[in-house]
Protein backbone atom coordinates (compact mmCIF):
# COMPACT_ATOMS: atom_id res chain seq x y z
CA UNK A 1 0.00 0.00 0.00
CA UNK A 2 1.70 2.93 -1.00
CA UNK A 3 -0.81 5.42 0.51
CA UNK A 4 -2.19 5.25 4.10
CA UNK A 5 1.00 4.60 6.06
CA UNK A 6 1.74 6.96 9.09
CA UNK A 7 4.77 9.06 9.10
CA UNK A 8 3.94 10.82 5.50
CA UNK A 9 5.99 13.38 6.76
CA UNK A 10 6.76 14.74 3.20
CA UNK A 11 3.69 15.84 2.67
CA UNK A 12 3.44 18.74 5.07
CA UNK A 13 5.88 21.30 5.08
CA UNK A 14 6.28 22.40 8.66
CA UNK A 15 6.35 19.43 11.07
CA UNK A 16 8.01 19.80 14.26
CA UNK A 17 6.62 17.25 16.72
CA UNK A 18 6.35 14.01 14.57
CA UNK A 19 3.99 11.01 16.41
CA UNK A 20 3.13 9.31 13.35
CA UNK A 21 5.79 6.97 13.01
CA UNK A 22 6.59 4.37 15.24
CA UNK A 23 10.63 5.20 16.18
CA UNK A 24 12.08 6.27 19.04
CA UNK A 25 13.03 9.73 17.95
CA UNK A 26 15.73 10.24 21.06
CA UNK A 27 18.43 8.94 19.49
CA UNK A 28 21.75 10.74 18.78
CA UNK A 29 22.93 9.57 15.44
CA UNK A 30 25.88 11.78 15.29
CA UNK A 31 28.65 9.42 15.52
CA UNK A 32 26.80 6.57 12.82
CA UNK A 33 26.36 10.05 10.70
CA UNK A 34 30.30 10.74 11.06
CA UNK A 35 31.45 6.81 10.33
CA UNK A 36 28.54 7.01 6.88
CA UNK A 37 30.19 9.92 5.42
CA UNK A 38 33.35 8.40 6.09
CA UNK A 39 32.41 5.32 4.17
CA UNK A 40 30.93 7.50 1.62
CA UNK A 41 33.03 6.48 -1.57
CA UNK A 42 31.68 2.90 -1.19
CA UNK A 43 28.62 4.08 -3.30
CA UNK A 44 30.75 3.83 -6.32
CA UNK A 45 30.62 -0.17 -5.96
CA UNK A 46 28.09 -3.01 -5.82
CA UNK A 47 27.08 -3.57 -2.56
CA UNK A 48 26.70 -7.46 -1.89
CA UNK A 49 24.32 -9.19 -3.92
CA UNK A 50 23.04 -10.93 -0.46
CA UNK A 51 24.10 -9.23 2.59
CA UNK A 52 25.82 -12.16 3.63
CA UNK A 53 28.47 -10.38 5.97
CA UNK A 54 25.65 -8.52 8.04
CA UNK A 55 23.82 -11.68 8.20
CA UNK A 56 27.15 -13.39 9.71
CA UNK A 57 27.05 -10.67 12.02
CA UNK A 58 23.89 -10.84 13.07
CA UNK A 59 23.56 -14.77 13.33
CA UNK A 60 26.65 -14.50 15.80
CA UNK A 61 24.75 -11.82 18.05
CA UNK A 62 21.61 -13.93 17.76
CA UNK A 63 23.54 -17.41 18.44
CA UNK A 64 21.91 -18.60 15.49
CA UNK A 65 23.70 -20.36 12.02
CA UNK A 66 23.84 -17.62 9.14
CA UNK A 67 21.83 -20.04 7.26
CA UNK A 68 18.84 -18.94 9.27
CA UNK A 69 19.49 -14.97 8.81
CA UNK A 70 18.24 -13.35 5.89
CA UNK A 71 19.10 -9.66 5.89
CA UNK A 72 16.22 -7.72 3.80
CA UNK A 73 15.56 -3.78 2.60
CA UNK A 74 13.13 -3.10 5.78
CA UNK A 75 10.95 -5.44 7.32
CA UNK A 76 8.52 -4.48 4.43
CA UNK A 77 10.49 -6.70 1.95
CA UNK A 78 10.63 -9.78 4.48
CA UNK A 79 6.71 -9.38 4.50
CA UNK A 80 6.50 -9.58 0.46
CA UNK A 81 8.90 -12.34 0.49
CA UNK A 82 7.19 -14.67 2.88
CA UNK A 83 3.97 -13.79 0.46
CA UNK A 84 5.77 -14.42 -2.55
CA UNK A 85 7.20 -17.96 -1.28
CA UNK A 86 4.21 -19.29 -0.45
CA UNK A 87 1.85 -17.60 -3.05
CA UNK A 88 -1.64 -18.53 -3.33
CA UNK A 89 -1.72 -20.24 0.13
CA UNK A 90 -4.87 -19.18 2.37
CA UNK A 91 -3.91 -16.72 4.86
CA UNK A 92 -5.52 -15.13 8.02
CA UNK A 93 -4.23 -12.20 9.24
CA UNK A 94 -4.69 -11.23 13.00
CA UNK A 95 -6.20 -7.79 13.22
CA UNK A 96 -6.36 -4.55 13.55
CA UNK A 97 -2.99 -4.77 12.27
CA UNK A 98 -0.35 -3.30 9.94
CA UNK A 99 -2.25 -3.22 6.21
CA UNK A 100 1.07 -4.58 4.66
CA UNK A 101 0.39 -8.14 5.73
CA UNK A 102 -3.15 -8.35 3.61
CA UNK A 103 -1.42 -6.63 0.61
CA UNK A 104 1.57 -8.61 0.15
CA UNK A 105 -0.76 -11.58 0.26
CA UNK A 106 -3.16 -9.93 -2.03
CA UNK A 107 -0.38 -9.01 -4.24
CA UNK A 108 0.88 -13.02 -4.49
CA UNK A 109 -2.88 -13.88 -5.23
CA UNK A 110 -3.39 -15.18 -1.74
CA UNK A 111 -7.15 -15.71 -0.42
CA UNK A 112 -7.24 -13.83 2.73
CA UNK A 113 -9.37 -13.50 5.71
CA UNK A 114 -9.45 -11.30 8.99
CA UNK A 115 -8.99 -13.04 12.92
CA UNK A 116 -10.07 -10.96 15.63
CA UNK A 117 -8.86 -13.65 18.13
CA UNK A 118 -6.69 -16.78 17.78
CA UNK A 119 -8.99 -19.05 19.55
CA UNK A 120 -10.95 -19.63 16.58
CA UNK A 121 -8.38 -20.10 13.57
CA UNK A 122 -10.44 -21.41 10.34
CA UNK A 123 -9.16 -25.20 9.95
CA UNK A 124 -8.31 -24.59 6.01
CA UNK A 125 -5.97 -21.62 7.19
CA UNK A 126 -2.26 -22.02 5.48
CA UNK A 127 -0.76 -19.38 7.05
CA UNK A 128 -1.15 -16.75 10.04
CA UNK A 129 0.00 -13.10 10.02
CA UNK A 130 0.75 -12.11 13.74
CA UNK A 131 2.06 -8.59 14.74
CA UNK A 132 3.62 -8.73 17.92
CA UNK A 133 3.89 -6.81 19.90
CA UNK A 134 0.91 -5.21 17.53
CA UNK A 135 0.90 -2.30 15.86
CA UNK A 136 -1.58 -0.31 16.15
CA UNK A 137 -2.43 -1.19 19.81
CA UNK A 138 0.99 -1.74 21.57
CA UNK A 139 -0.58 -4.72 22.93
CA UNK A 140 1.61 -7.79 23.41
CA UNK A 141 0.54 -11.15 23.20
CA UNK A 142 3.96 -12.72 24.67
CA UNK A 143 6.03 -16.14 24.46
CA UNK A 144 4.37 -18.63 26.77
CA UNK A 145 0.83 -17.51 24.39
CA UNK A 146 2.34 -18.01 21.03
CA UNK A 147 4.31 -20.89 21.97
CA UNK A 148 0.31 -22.94 23.00
CA UNK A 149 -0.88 -21.89 19.75
CA UNK A 150 2.21 -22.71 17.49
CA UNK A 151 2.03 -26.33 19.10
CA UNK A 152 -1.65 -26.55 19.10
CA UNK A 153 -1.60 -25.89 15.54
CA UNK A 154 1.39 -27.52 13.78
CA UNK A 155 -0.06 -27.77 10.48
CA UNK A 156 0.00 -23.70 9.97
CA UNK A 157 2.71 -21.60 9.16
CA UNK A 158 2.75 -18.16 11.60
CA UNK A 159 4.32 -15.69 10.16
CA UNK A 160 5.09 -13.52 13.37
CA UNK A 161 6.48 -9.57 12.62
CA UNK A 162 8.60 -8.53 15.71
CA UNK A 163 9.39 -5.04 14.79
CA UNK A 164 8.49 -3.61 17.97
CA UNK A 165 10.49 -6.24 20.29
CA UNK A 166 12.61 -3.70 21.46
CA UNK A 167 9.73 -1.51 23.14
CA UNK A 168 8.81 -4.12 25.55
CA UNK A 169 9.49 -5.68 29.09
CA UNK A 170 6.88 -8.20 28.29
CA UNK A 171 8.86 -11.93 27.32
CA UNK A 172 8.31 -12.36 23.79
CA UNK A 173 9.16 -14.79 21.51
CA UNK A 174 12.84 -14.75 20.53
CA UNK A 175 14.59 -15.73 17.05
CA UNK A 176 15.95 -18.83 18.73
CA UNK A 177 12.54 -19.82 19.87
CA UNK A 178 11.37 -19.06 15.88
CA UNK A 179 14.27 -21.13 14.92
CA UNK A 180 13.72 -24.14 16.99
CA UNK A 181 9.90 -24.33 15.29
CA UNK A 182 9.03 -25.71 12.23
CA UNK A 183 6.12 -23.52 11.54
CA UNK A 184 7.77 -20.02 12.74
CA UNK A 185 9.03 -17.34 10.59
CA UNK A 186 9.79 -14.27 12.55
CA UNK A 187 9.84 -10.69 11.04
CA UNK A 188 12.86 -8.23 12.71
CA UNK A 189 13.37 -4.32 12.15
CA UNK A 190 16.53 -2.32 12.66
CA UNK A 191 14.64 0.71 11.06
CA UNK A 192 12.62 0.42 13.99
CA UNK A 193 14.62 -0.75 16.90
CA UNK A 194 17.85 2.43 15.71
CA UNK A 195 14.96 4.67 14.34
CA UNK A 196 16.55 5.04 10.94
CA UNK A 197 13.65 4.63 8.75
CA UNK A 198 15.31 6.26 5.46
CA UNK A 199 17.42 3.33 5.48
CA UNK A 200 15.44 0.46 5.56
CA UNK A 201 16.42 -2.58 6.83
CA UNK A 202 15.49 -5.45 8.62
CA UNK A 203 16.07 -9.33 8.55
CA UNK A 204 13.75 -12.73 8.58
CA UNK A 205 14.94 -15.76 11.18
CA UNK A 206 13.36 -19.01 10.82
CA UNK A 207 14.49 -22.78 10.50
CA UNK A 208 16.94 -23.60 7.64
CA UNK A 209 13.65 -25.23 5.52
CA UNK A 210 11.69 -22.46 5.76
CA UNK A 211 14.29 -19.96 4.75
CA UNK A 212 15.08 -22.06 1.36
CA UNK A 213 11.28 -21.36 0.48
CA UNK A 214 12.19 -17.40 1.45
CA UNK A 215 16.11 -16.76 -0.27
CA UNK A 216 15.07 -18.45 -3.78
CA UNK A 217 12.16 -15.57 -4.30
CA UNK A 218 15.16 -12.59 -3.24
CA UNK A 219 16.37 -10.47 -5.80
CA UNK A 220 19.86 -9.31 -5.56
CA UNK A 221 21.36 -6.10 -4.30
CA UNK A 222 17.78 -5.08 -2.22
CA UNK A 223 20.05 -4.04 0.24
CA UNK A 224 22.14 -0.85 -0.49
CA UNK A 225 25.51 -0.53 0.73
CA UNK A 226 24.95 2.34 3.09
CA UNK A 227 22.23 0.13 4.87
CA UNK A 228 24.59 -2.65 4.62
CA UNK A 229 27.83 -0.70 6.01
CA UNK A 230 25.17 1.03 8.88
CA UNK A 231 24.07 -2.52 10.23
CA UNK A 232 27.43 -3.07 10.60
CA UNK A 233 28.22 -0.17 12.68
CA UNK A 234 25.03 -0.48 15.09
CA UNK A 235 25.17 -3.86 16.06
CA UNK A 236 28.83 -2.70 16.91
CA UNK A 237 27.75 0.34 18.49
CA UNK A 238 24.90 -0.95 21.12
CA UNK A 239 25.99 0.71 23.78
CA UNK A 240 24.96 3.79 22.74
CA UNK A 241 21.59 2.81 21.60
CA UNK A 242 19.94 2.03 24.59
CA UNK A 243 16.61 2.43 25.08
CA UNK A 244 15.82 3.07 28.70
CA UNK A 245 12.16 1.44 28.82
CA UNK A 246 11.61 3.08 32.43
CA UNK A 247 11.77 6.33 31.59
CA UNK A 248 9.90 6.32 28.25
CA UNK A 249 7.17 4.13 29.98
CA UNK A 250 7.17 6.94 32.86
CA UNK A 251 6.81 9.69 29.86
CA UNK A 252 4.12 7.17 28.05
CA UNK A 253 2.51 6.91 31.56
CA UNK A 254 2.16 10.49 32.36
CA UNK A 255 0.79 11.37 28.52
CA UNK A 256 -1.83 9.17 28.85
CA UNK A 257 -3.03 10.83 32.34
CA UNK A 258 -2.94 14.15 30.11
CA UNK A 259 -4.48 12.73 27.20
CA UNK A 260 -7.50 11.25 29.42
CA UNK A 261 -7.52 14.20 31.41
CA UNK A 262 -8.80 16.02 27.83
CA UNK A 263 -12.01 14.46 28.41
CA UNK A 264 -12.80 13.42 24.94
CA UNK A 265 -9.89 11.19 24.07
CA UNK A 266 -9.51 7.33 24.83
CA UNK A 267 -6.34 5.69 24.93
CA UNK A 268 -6.06 2.01 25.02
CA UNK A 269 -3.64 0.06 27.13
CA UNK A 270 -0.26 -0.26 25.93
CA UNK A 271 2.76 -2.62 26.23
CA UNK A 272 5.08 -0.13 24.88
CA UNK A 273 5.39 2.97 23.02
CA UNK A 274 2.37 2.95 20.97
CA UNK A 275 -0.73 4.35 21.77
CA UNK A 276 -4.00 4.14 20.29
CA UNK A 277 -6.42 6.72 20.92
CA UNK A 278 -10.12 6.96 20.32
CA UNK A 279 -12.04 10.54 20.07
CA UNK A 280 -15.49 10.68 21.72
CA UNK A 281 -16.42 13.88 19.58
CA UNK A 282 -15.14 14.22 15.70
CA UNK A 283 -13.44 12.45 13.18
CA UNK A 284 -9.51 11.77 13.47
CA UNK A 285 -8.78 12.27 9.85
CA UNK A 286 -9.90 16.13 10.39
CA UNK A 287 -8.05 16.15 13.60
CA UNK A 288 -4.87 15.10 11.54
CA UNK A 289 -5.05 17.88 8.96
CA UNK A 290 -6.00 20.39 12.07
CA UNK A 291 -2.87 19.58 14.08
CA UNK A 292 -0.32 19.29 10.99
CA UNK A 293 -1.23 22.05 8.98
CA UNK A 294 -2.01 24.53 12.44
CA UNK A 295 0.69 23.39 15.08
CA UNK A 296 3.11 21.02 13.10
CA UNK A 297 1.88 17.74 15.18
CA UNK A 298 1.75 14.52 12.83
CA UNK A 299 -0.26 12.19 14.41
CA UNK A 300 -1.00 9.11 12.39
CA UNK A 301 -5.15 8.69 11.41
CA UNK A 302 -6.25 4.84 12.47
CA UNK A 303 -10.14 4.62 10.63
CA UNK A 304 -7.69 2.74 7.83
CA UNK A 305 -6.81 -0.20 10.08
CA UNK A 306 -9.43 -3.42 9.59
CA UNK A 307 -11.63 -3.41 12.45
CA UNK A 308 -11.20 0.40 13.55
CA UNK A 309 -13.35 3.24 12.67
CA UNK A 310 -12.66 7.24 11.39
CA UNK A 311 -12.31 8.24 15.05
CA UNK A 312 -9.13 6.41 15.94
CA UNK A 313 -5.41 8.23 15.91
CA UNK A 314 -2.66 6.65 16.79
CA UNK A 315 0.57 8.19 18.23
CA UNK A 316 4.05 7.12 19.61
CA UNK A 317 5.53 8.51 23.02
CA UNK A 318 7.95 10.73 22.28
CA UNK A 319 10.02 13.55 24.63
CA UNK A 320 8.09 15.61 27.32
CA UNK A 321 8.34 18.71 24.82
CA UNK A 322 7.11 16.69 22.10
CA UNK A 323 4.33 15.28 24.18
CA UNK A 324 3.13 18.07 26.14
CA UNK A 325 2.98 20.03 22.50
CA UNK A 326 0.48 17.12 21.27
CA UNK A 327 -1.38 17.70 24.66
CA UNK A 328 -1.94 22.05 24.31
CA UNK A 329 -2.97 21.15 20.62
CA UNK A 330 -5.22 18.98 21.02
CA UNK A 331 -7.03 21.05 23.66
CA UNK A 332 -6.78 24.09 21.39
CA UNK A 333 -8.35 21.68 18.75
CA UNK A 334 -11.74 21.32 21.04
CA UNK A 335 -12.42 25.03 21.06
CA UNK A 336 -11.97 25.66 17.55
Request: glycine share 6%; hydrophobic share 40%; aromatic share 10%.
Amino acid sequence: MLTGHGDDIDSYDNITANFSSNTYGQFDHKNLFGFLYEKINDITSYPEPAARSLERRLASTLRLTPSEVCVTNGATEAIYLVAQAYRRHRSAVLVPTFSEYADACRLHEHKVRYLYDLDHIPHDTDIVWICDPNNPTGTVLGRERLMQILHSHEEILFVIDASYASFTLSHLLSPSDAVGCSNVIMIHSMTKRYSIPGLRLGYITANEHLMSDIRVQKMPWSVNKVAINAGHYLLAHEGDYILDLTSLFAERDRLVDRLSSLGFVDVWPSDTHILLCKLRIGNAESLKEYLANTHGVLIRYAGNFEGLDPSFFRISVQGKEENDKLVDALSLWIME
